[in-house]
Protein backbone atom coordinates (compact mmCIF):
# COMPACT_ATOMS: atom_id res chain seq x y z
CA UNK A 1 0.00 0.00 0.00
CA UNK A 2 1.43 3.27 -0.92
CA UNK A 3 0.63 6.73 0.96
CA UNK A 4 0.49 8.52 -2.50
CA UNK A 5 0.21 6.90 -5.81
CA UNK A 6 0.56 9.81 -8.21
CA UNK A 7 -0.63 9.12 -12.19
CA UNK A 8 1.29 11.32 -15.07
CA UNK A 9 5.26 12.33 -14.78
CA UNK A 10 5.08 15.69 -16.73
CA UNK A 11 6.60 18.87 -14.35
CA UNK A 12 3.46 18.19 -11.99
CA UNK A 13 3.61 15.29 -11.37
CA UNK A 14 7.21 14.83 -11.30
CA UNK A 15 6.96 17.62 -8.74
CA UNK A 16 4.44 16.47 -6.75
CA UNK A 17 5.98 13.11 -6.44
CA UNK A 18 9.23 15.17 -5.02
CA UNK A 19 7.36 17.22 -2.67
CA UNK A 20 5.27 14.03 -0.85
CA UNK A 21 8.35 11.69 -0.84
CA UNK A 22 10.09 14.83 0.73
CA UNK A 23 7.05 14.75 3.24
CA UNK A 24 7.96 11.16 4.08
CA UNK A 25 4.83 9.42 1.98
CA UNK A 26 5.58 6.19 0.36
CA UNK A 27 4.84 7.30 -2.86
CA UNK A 28 4.86 5.85 -6.56
CA UNK A 29 5.38 7.88 -9.52
CA UNK A 30 3.48 6.08 -12.55
CA UNK A 31 4.06 7.51 -16.16
CA UNK A 32 2.29 5.87 -19.30
CA UNK A 33 4.90 6.46 -21.82
CA UNK A 34 8.92 6.27 -21.26
CA UNK A 35 10.16 9.23 -18.53
CA UNK A 36 11.21 12.38 -20.39
CA UNK A 37 8.90 11.47 -23.54
CA UNK A 38 8.25 14.19 -26.23
CA UNK A 39 4.41 13.72 -26.10
CA UNK A 40 3.06 15.64 -23.42
CA UNK A 41 3.96 19.15 -22.49
CA UNK A 42 6.21 19.36 -20.35
CA UNK A 43 9.49 18.60 -22.89
CA UNK A 44 12.02 20.54 -25.10
CA UNK A 45 14.58 23.60 -23.67
CA UNK A 46 12.87 25.94 -22.78
CA UNK A 47 9.89 27.77 -20.88
CA UNK A 48 9.54 31.54 -19.80
CA UNK A 49 9.14 32.48 -16.04
CA UNK A 50 7.77 36.00 -15.53
CA UNK A 51 5.66 37.43 -13.01
CA UNK A 52 3.48 39.68 -15.45
CA UNK A 53 -0.19 38.24 -15.47
CA UNK A 54 -3.12 40.05 -15.64
CA UNK A 55 -4.63 38.25 -12.60
CA UNK A 56 -2.92 39.68 -9.54
CA UNK A 57 -3.27 35.94 -7.65
CA UNK A 58 -0.77 34.65 -10.25
CA UNK A 59 2.19 36.96 -9.57
CA UNK A 60 1.90 36.29 -5.80
CA UNK A 61 2.10 32.43 -6.90
CA UNK A 62 5.06 33.03 -9.37
CA UNK A 63 7.35 34.97 -6.73
CA UNK A 64 6.91 31.60 -4.47
CA UNK A 65 7.23 29.52 -6.53
CA UNK A 66 10.69 31.20 -7.76
CA UNK A 67 12.03 30.51 -4.52
CA UNK A 68 11.11 27.11 -4.66
CA UNK A 69 12.70 26.42 -8.20
CA UNK A 70 16.06 27.67 -6.60
CA UNK A 71 15.98 25.79 -3.39
CA UNK A 72 15.47 22.51 -5.89
CA UNK A 73 18.20 23.75 -7.73
CA UNK A 74 19.91 24.00 -4.41
CA UNK A 75 19.51 20.31 -3.36
CA UNK A 76 19.80 18.53 -6.82
CA UNK A 77 23.06 20.64 -7.30
CA UNK A 78 22.77 22.00 -10.71
CA UNK A 79 21.02 24.78 -12.82
CA UNK A 80 17.39 24.55 -14.55
CA UNK A 81 16.76 28.35 -14.28
CA UNK A 82 18.31 31.09 -15.84
CA UNK A 83 17.53 34.66 -15.07
CA UNK A 84 17.25 37.73 -16.83
CA UNK A 85 14.32 41.09 -16.91
CA UNK A 86 10.40 40.33 -18.22
CA UNK A 87 9.74 42.66 -20.94
CA UNK A 88 5.78 43.23 -22.09
CA UNK A 89 4.87 44.98 -24.40
CA UNK A 90 1.91 45.79 -26.91
CA UNK A 91 -0.97 48.80 -27.11
CA UNK A 92 -1.12 51.52 -24.28
CA UNK A 93 -4.88 50.67 -24.28
CA UNK A 94 -4.52 47.09 -24.42
CA UNK A 95 -6.50 45.89 -21.61
CA UNK A 96 -4.52 43.15 -20.31
CA UNK A 97 -1.25 44.45 -20.81
CA UNK A 98 -2.91 47.40 -18.08
CA UNK A 99 -4.33 44.69 -15.80
CA UNK A 100 -0.40 43.52 -15.56
CA UNK A 101 0.78 46.37 -14.33
CA UNK A 102 -1.87 47.39 -11.57
CA UNK A 103 -1.64 43.19 -10.51
CA UNK A 104 1.84 43.77 -10.42
CA UNK A 105 1.62 46.97 -8.39
CA UNK A 106 -0.42 45.20 -6.09
CA UNK A 107 1.70 42.84 -5.43
CA UNK A 108 4.62 44.75 -4.83
CA UNK A 109 7.21 43.82 -7.90
CA UNK A 110 8.52 46.64 -9.10
CA UNK A 111 7.74 47.26 -12.57
CA UNK A 112 8.80 50.50 -15.14
CA UNK A 113 6.35 51.45 -18.18
CA UNK A 114 8.38 52.89 -20.96
CA UNK A 115 7.47 54.71 -23.83
CA UNK A 116 8.25 53.63 -27.80
CA UNK A 117 11.50 55.92 -27.56
CA UNK A 118 12.68 54.81 -24.20
CA UNK A 119 11.97 50.96 -24.86
CA UNK A 120 14.45 51.91 -28.07
CA UNK A 121 17.21 53.43 -25.55
CA UNK A 122 16.99 50.69 -22.90
CA UNK A 123 17.68 47.90 -25.31
CA UNK A 124 19.87 49.48 -27.75
CA UNK A 125 17.60 49.19 -31.45
CA UNK A 126 16.48 45.53 -30.65
CA UNK A 127 12.93 46.07 -29.87
CA UNK A 128 11.04 48.75 -31.96
CA UNK A 129 8.17 49.62 -30.81
CA UNK A 130 4.75 51.65 -32.46
CA UNK A 131 4.27 55.15 -30.44
CA UNK A 132 0.93 54.29 -29.48
CA UNK A 133 2.64 51.30 -27.72
CA UNK A 134 4.58 50.76 -24.26
CA UNK A 135 7.09 48.64 -23.08
CA UNK A 136 6.41 47.23 -19.21
CA UNK A 137 10.03 46.03 -17.85
CA UNK A 138 9.87 43.67 -14.23
CA UNK A 139 13.00 41.65 -12.87
CA UNK A 140 11.23 38.39 -12.58
CA UNK A 141 11.85 36.68 -15.66
CA UNK A 142 14.01 34.21 -16.89
CA UNK A 143 14.00 30.65 -18.50
CA UNK A 144 13.58 27.45 -17.42
CA UNK A 145 14.61 24.16 -18.93
CA UNK A 146 11.90 21.94 -19.42
CA UNK A 147 12.86 18.32 -19.64
CA UNK A 148 16.60 19.03 -17.49
CA UNK A 149 13.56 20.01 -14.32
CA UNK A 150 11.70 17.12 -14.97
CA UNK A 151 14.42 15.10 -14.47
CA UNK A 152 15.44 17.12 -11.97
CA UNK A 153 12.40 16.47 -9.59
CA UNK A 154 12.42 12.88 -10.89
CA UNK A 155 15.69 12.62 -9.19
CA UNK A 156 14.76 14.42 -6.08
CA UNK A 157 11.63 12.33 -5.86
CA UNK A 158 14.16 9.07 -5.90
CA UNK A 159 16.27 10.41 -3.61
CA UNK A 160 13.70 11.03 -1.27
CA UNK A 161 12.37 7.41 -1.52
CA UNK A 162 9.89 7.57 -4.11
CA UNK A 163 9.50 4.69 -6.57
CA UNK A 164 9.30 5.54 -10.52
CA UNK A 165 7.77 3.50 -12.80
CA UNK A 166 7.37 4.51 -16.68
CA UNK A 167 5.39 2.54 -19.47
CA UNK A 168 2.38 2.13 -17.02
CA UNK A 169 -0.71 3.74 -18.75
CA UNK A 170 -3.46 3.57 -15.49
CA UNK A 171 -6.43 2.95 -17.02
CA UNK A 172 -8.80 2.46 -13.82
CA UNK A 173 -8.95 4.10 -10.95
CA UNK A 174 -11.69 2.86 -8.44
CA UNK A 175 -11.91 3.55 -4.99
CA UNK A 176 -11.16 0.38 -2.96
CA UNK A 177 -13.56 -0.63 -0.33
CA UNK A 178 -11.93 -3.06 1.31
CA UNK A 179 -8.85 -1.58 2.49
CA UNK A 180 -10.37 1.95 1.76
CA UNK A 181 -7.80 4.48 -0.23
CA UNK A 182 -7.96 4.10 -4.04
CA UNK A 183 -6.54 1.36 -6.11
CA UNK A 184 -5.38 2.08 -9.52
CA UNK A 185 -4.56 -0.20 -12.39
CA UNK A 186 -2.09 -0.44 -15.93
CA UNK A 187 -3.09 -1.48 -18.94
CA UNK A 188 -0.41 -3.60 -19.11
CA UNK A 189 -2.70 -5.37 -15.80
CA UNK A 190 -0.63 -4.09 -12.54
CA UNK A 191 -2.54 -3.20 -9.92
CA UNK A 192 -1.53 -0.32 -7.28
CA UNK A 193 -3.34 0.45 -3.63
CA UNK A 194 -2.55 4.34 -2.12
CA UNK A 195 -4.57 5.98 0.58
CA UNK A 196 -4.36 9.06 -1.64
CA UNK A 197 -3.81 9.88 -5.41
CA UNK A 198 -2.62 12.45 -7.43
CA UNK A 199 -4.20 12.79 -11.23
CA UNK A 200 -1.64 14.88 -12.78
CA UNK A 201 -2.34 13.56 -17.09
CA UNK A 202 -2.24 17.24 -18.22
CA UNK A 203 -3.58 17.12 -21.80
CA UNK A 204 -5.49 12.85 -20.83
CA UNK A 205 -6.58 14.72 -17.89
CA UNK A 206 -10.63 15.20 -19.51
CA UNK A 207 -10.30 11.56 -20.98
CA UNK A 208 -9.18 10.15 -17.65
CA UNK A 209 -11.24 11.49 -15.54
CA UNK A 210 -14.08 11.53 -17.97
CA UNK A 211 -13.19 7.43 -17.77
CA UNK A 212 -13.12 7.20 -13.81
CA UNK A 213 -15.96 9.22 -12.51
CA UNK A 214 -18.15 10.05 -16.07
CA UNK A 215 -17.40 13.81 -15.12
CA UNK A 216 -16.78 16.08 -17.70
CA UNK A 217 -13.59 18.32 -17.23
CA UNK A 218 -13.41 21.41 -19.84
CA UNK A 219 -10.24 21.11 -20.43
CA UNK A 220 -9.44 21.21 -24.21
CA UNK A 221 -5.78 19.90 -25.58
CA UNK A 222 -4.47 22.10 -28.17
CA UNK A 223 -1.72 21.33 -30.61
CA UNK A 224 0.72 24.09 -30.33
CA UNK A 225 4.74 24.64 -31.86
CA UNK A 226 7.31 26.58 -31.22
CA UNK A 227 9.60 28.17 -33.43
CA UNK A 228 13.29 29.07 -33.81
CA UNK A 229 14.38 31.82 -35.71
CA UNK A 230 18.01 32.58 -37.33
CA UNK A 231 19.91 35.69 -35.47
CA UNK A 232 21.82 37.77 -38.25
CA UNK A 233 25.61 37.31 -38.25
CA UNK A 234 27.17 39.33 -36.04
CA UNK A 235 24.25 40.53 -33.79
CA UNK A 236 24.06 36.56 -32.01
CA UNK A 237 25.52 38.46 -28.54
CA UNK A 238 22.37 40.89 -28.52
CA UNK A 239 20.04 38.21 -28.05
CA UNK A 240 21.77 36.66 -24.73
CA UNK A 241 20.80 36.95 -21.00
CA UNK A 242 25.14 36.70 -20.63
CA UNK A 243 26.18 39.37 -22.94
CA UNK A 244 23.04 41.23 -24.75
CA UNK A 245 21.31 41.06 -21.18
CA UNK A 246 18.05 40.31 -23.21
CA UNK A 247 14.88 39.47 -21.45
CA UNK A 248 12.03 36.85 -22.02
CA UNK A 249 9.40 38.79 -23.52
CA UNK A 250 5.72 39.08 -24.28
CA UNK A 251 3.25 40.60 -26.92
CA UNK A 252 0.37 41.58 -26.01
CA UNK A 253 -0.98 41.97 -29.90
CA UNK A 254 -2.88 40.09 -31.96
CA UNK A 255 -1.35 37.84 -31.81
CA UNK A 256 0.01 37.36 -28.45
CA UNK A 257 3.61 36.33 -29.24
CA UNK A 258 6.53 35.17 -26.91
CA UNK A 259 9.90 34.46 -27.14
CA UNK A 260 12.88 33.74 -24.87
CA UNK A 261 16.80 35.12 -25.23
CA UNK A 262 19.03 32.85 -27.75
CA UNK A 263 20.31 29.86 -25.25
CA UNK A 264 19.51 26.58 -25.91
CA UNK A 265 20.55 26.95 -29.25
CA UNK A 266 23.57 29.32 -30.26
CA UNK A 267 22.33 31.88 -32.66
CA UNK A 268 18.77 31.29 -33.12
CA UNK A 269 15.98 32.73 -30.63
CA UNK A 270 12.63 31.29 -29.80
CA UNK A 271 9.52 33.22 -31.10
CA UNK A 272 6.29 31.98 -31.06
CA UNK A 273 2.59 32.22 -30.79
CA UNK A 274 0.73 31.78 -27.87
CA UNK A 275 -2.26 29.19 -29.39
CA UNK A 276 -2.98 25.87 -31.07
CA UNK A 277 -5.04 24.05 -32.67
CA UNK A 278 -7.58 21.75 -31.13
CA UNK A 279 -6.68 17.99 -31.06
CA UNK A 280 -6.79 14.86 -29.39
CA UNK A 281 -3.74 14.06 -26.99
CA UNK A 282 -3.30 10.83 -29.28
CA UNK A 283 -3.73 11.91 -32.70
CA UNK A 284 -1.47 15.20 -33.17
CA UNK A 285 -0.57 16.03 -36.54
CA UNK A 286 3.04 16.91 -35.11
CA UNK A 287 3.08 20.32 -37.62
CA UNK A 288 4.12 23.94 -37.22
CA UNK A 289 1.84 26.76 -36.98
CA UNK A 290 -0.27 27.00 -40.20
CA UNK A 291 0.72 29.32 -42.94
CA UNK A 292 -0.99 31.83 -41.83
CA UNK A 293 0.07 32.09 -38.05
CA UNK A 294 3.73 31.56 -39.41
CA UNK A 295 2.98 34.45 -41.57
CA UNK A 296 2.17 36.34 -38.45
CA UNK A 297 5.39 35.87 -36.57
CA UNK A 298 7.17 36.81 -39.98
CA UNK A 299 5.38 40.46 -40.38
CA UNK A 300 5.99 40.83 -36.15
CA UNK A 301 9.56 39.97 -36.59
CA UNK A 302 10.46 42.07 -39.21
CA UNK A 303 8.95 44.90 -37.41
CA UNK A 304 9.91 44.50 -34.05
CA UNK A 305 13.63 43.79 -34.10
CA UNK A 306 15.04 46.29 -36.67
CA UNK A 307 16.10 43.50 -39.75
CA UNK A 308 18.31 41.79 -36.89
CA UNK A 309 16.23 38.67 -36.97
CA UNK A 310 15.90 36.64 -40.63
CA UNK A 311 12.08 36.77 -40.89
CA UNK A 312 12.08 34.08 -44.34
CA UNK A 313 10.95 31.39 -41.63
CA UNK A 314 11.78 29.33 -38.89
CA UNK A 315 14.34 27.41 -39.42
CA UNK A 316 13.75 24.58 -36.40
CA UNK A 317 10.35 24.12 -34.75
CA UNK A 318 9.10 21.88 -31.66
CA UNK A 319 5.51 20.44 -31.37
CA UNK A 320 3.91 20.33 -28.03
CA UNK A 321 0.46 20.37 -26.44
CA UNK A 322 -1.21 23.01 -23.97
CA UNK A 323 -4.35 21.71 -22.00
CA UNK A 324 -6.85 24.87 -22.33
CA UNK A 325 -9.86 25.63 -19.87
CA UNK A 326 -12.31 28.09 -21.08
CA UNK A 327 -11.05 30.53 -18.79
CA UNK A 328 -7.37 29.72 -18.96
CA UNK A 329 -6.99 29.14 -15.19
CA UNK A 330 -5.66 26.06 -13.64
CA UNK A 331 -8.03 23.38 -12.15
CA UNK A 332 -6.59 22.17 -8.82
CA UNK A 333 -9.01 20.61 -6.99
CA UNK A 334 -10.57 16.87 -4.79
CA UNK A 335 -12.30 15.11 -7.39
CA UNK A 336 -14.86 14.74 -4.80
CA UNK A 337 -17.85 12.41 -5.32
CA UNK A 338 -17.14 8.60 -4.13
CA UNK A 339 -13.87 9.59 -4.03
CA UNK A 340 -14.63 12.63 -2.27
CA UNK A 341 -10.99 14.06 -0.73
CA UNK A 342 -8.77 10.80 -1.95
CA UNK A 343 -8.08 11.84 -5.42
CA UNK A 344 -6.50 15.05 -6.24
CA UNK A 345 -6.44 16.47 -9.41
CA UNK A 346 -4.39 18.93 -11.07
CA UNK A 347 -4.31 20.41 -14.46
CA UNK A 348 -5.85 22.78 -17.42
CA UNK A 349 -2.43 24.50 -17.32
CA UNK A 350 -3.84 26.29 -20.11
CA UNK A 351 -0.16 27.46 -21.67
CA UNK A 352 1.32 28.75 -18.01
CA UNK A 353 1.97 26.12 -15.69
CA UNK A 354 5.77 25.34 -16.11
CA UNK A 355 6.75 28.24 -13.70
CA UNK A 356 4.35 27.03 -10.97
CA UNK A 357 5.17 23.04 -11.18
CA UNK A 358 7.30 23.71 -7.52
CA UNK A 359 4.10 25.40 -5.80
CA UNK A 360 1.88 23.27 -7.07
CA UNK A 361 3.99 20.07 -5.89
CA UNK A 362 3.96 22.01 -2.99
CA UNK A 363 -0.27 22.79 -3.19
CA UNK A 364 -0.63 18.96 -3.98
CA UNK A 365 1.47 17.58 -1.16
CA UNK A 366 -0.28 19.86 1.17
CA UNK A 367 -3.93 18.76 -0.06
CA UNK A 368 -3.27 15.10 0.16
CA UNK A 369 -1.74 15.49 4.01
CA UNK A 370 -3.66 18.11 5.33
CA UNK A 371 -6.76 18.52 2.76
CA UNK A 372 -6.13 21.89 2.58
CA UNK A 373 -3.01 24.25 0.79
CA UNK A 374 -1.25 26.88 3.06
CA UNK A 375 -0.81 30.19 1.60
CA UNK A 376 -2.95 30.05 -1.70
CA UNK A 377 -6.53 31.19 -2.82
CA UNK A 378 -7.95 28.05 -4.26
CA UNK A 379 -11.42 29.09 -5.47
CA UNK A 380 -9.66 30.34 -8.35
CA UNK A 381 -8.85 26.62 -9.56
CA UNK A 382 -11.98 24.43 -8.36
CA UNK A 383 -13.49 22.31 -10.17
CA UNK A 384 -17.18 23.89 -9.15
CA UNK A 385 -16.38 27.04 -10.61
CA UNK A 386 -17.37 25.36 -14.02
CA UNK A 387 -21.37 24.46 -12.45
CA UNK A 388 -21.07 28.60 -11.71
CA UNK A 389 -20.62 29.83 -14.71
CA UNK A 390 -19.36 27.04 -17.71
CA UNK A 391 -16.98 30.35 -19.03
CA UNK A 392 -15.56 29.60 -15.03
CA UNK A 393 -14.04 32.72 -13.78
CA UNK A 394 -14.90 35.99 -15.25
CA UNK A 395 -12.32 37.96 -16.56
CA UNK A 396 -12.39 41.80 -17.82
CA UNK A 397 -9.67 41.37 -20.54
CA UNK A 398 -9.40 39.17 -24.02
CA UNK A 399 -8.25 35.70 -23.53
CA UNK A 400 -4.68 35.49 -24.25
CA UNK A 401 -4.36 32.03 -25.53
CA UNK A 402 -6.23 31.87 -28.80
CA UNK A 403 -7.43 28.73 -30.87
CA UNK A 404 -5.75 29.12 -34.45
C1 LIG B 1 4.97 25.09 -26.55
C2 LIG B 1 4.67 25.32 -25.11
C3 LIG B 1 5.19 26.44 -24.50
C4 LIG B 1 4.93 26.69 -23.17
N1 LIG B 1 5.48 27.78 -22.58
C5 LIG B 1 5.32 27.98 -21.27
C6 LIG B 1 6.01 29.02 -20.63
O1 LIG B 1 6.74 29.77 -21.27
N2 LIG B 1 5.86 29.17 -19.30
C7 LIG B 1 5.05 28.35 -18.56
O2 LIG B 1 4.94 28.55 -17.34
N3 LIG B 1 4.38 27.33 -19.14
C8 LIG B 1 4.50 27.12 -20.46
N4 LIG B 1 3.87 26.08 -21.08
C9 LIG B 1 2.94 25.26 -20.31
C10 LIG B 1 3.62 24.17 -19.52
O3 LIG B 1 4.65 23.56 -20.26
C11 LIG B 1 2.56 23.18 -19.08
O4 LIG B 1 1.56 23.90 -18.36
C12 LIG B 1 3.11 22.07 -18.22
O5 LIG B 1 4.20 21.45 -18.84
C13 LIG B 1 1.99 21.07 -17.93
O6 LIG B 1 2.55 19.97 -17.30
P1 LIG B 1 1.68 18.70 -16.90
O7 LIG B 1 2.54 17.88 -16.02
O8 LIG B 1 0.34 19.16 -16.41
O9 LIG B 1 1.35 17.97 -18.28
P2 LIG B 1 2.26 16.96 -19.14
O10 LIG B 1 3.62 17.46 -19.26
O11 LIG B 1 1.53 16.69 -20.41
O12 LIG B 1 2.30 15.66 -18.26
C14 LIG B 1 1.23 14.77 -18.15
C15 LIG B 1 1.82 13.38 -18.12
O13 LIG B 1 0.81 12.44 -17.79
C16 LIG B 1 1.05 11.28 -18.56
N5 LIG B 1 -0.20 10.51 -18.63
C17 LIG B 1 -1.32 10.86 -19.31
N6 LIG B 1 -2.27 9.93 -19.15
C18 LIG B 1 -1.73 8.96 -18.38
C19 LIG B 1 -2.23 7.73 -17.88
N7 LIG B 1 -3.47 7.31 -18.15
N8 LIG B 1 -1.41 6.95 -17.11
C20 LIG B 1 -0.15 7.37 -16.82
N9 LIG B 1 0.36 8.53 -17.29
C21 LIG B 1 -0.42 9.32 -18.04
C22 LIG B 1 1.50 11.83 -19.89
O14 LIG B 1 2.14 10.87 -20.69
C23 LIG B 1 2.40 12.96 -19.46
O15 LIG B 1 3.73 12.53 -19.27
C24 LIG B 1 4.10 25.81 -22.42
C25 LIG B 1 3.58 24.68 -23.03
C26 LIG B 1 3.87 24.42 -24.36
C27 LIG B 1 3.29 23.22 -25.00
Redesign the pocket.
Known amino acids: MFDVIV?????????AAYQTAKRGFKTIL????DFL?H??????E?????ATYPEEYYSSMVLESSHLWEEAEAEIGYKVYFKTIQFDMGPLDKKSLQAVITSCKENSIPVRVLDHSQVSEEFSGVFELPEDWIGVVTKQGGV?K?TKA?SMFQTLALKNGAILRDN????EIKKDDVRGGVSVR??NGEEFYGKKCVV??????K??VQKVTGLVLPIQPLE???HYWKIKQGFEDKFTIENGGFP?FASYGEPYI?G?PSLEFPGLIKI?V?G?RTCE?NERTWMAASPAVLDSIKQWIEVRFGGLIDPNGPVLT??????MTPDEDFVIDFLGGDFGKEVVV??G?????????PLVGRILAELVADGVAQGVDLKYFSIGRFEVNPRGNVKDFDDQVKSL
Open positions: IGAGVIGSSLEQFHRGSSHGSRTIRLPVMEVTTRTVGPWMNLTAVTYTAHGPQSCMYSAGFSGHGFKMA
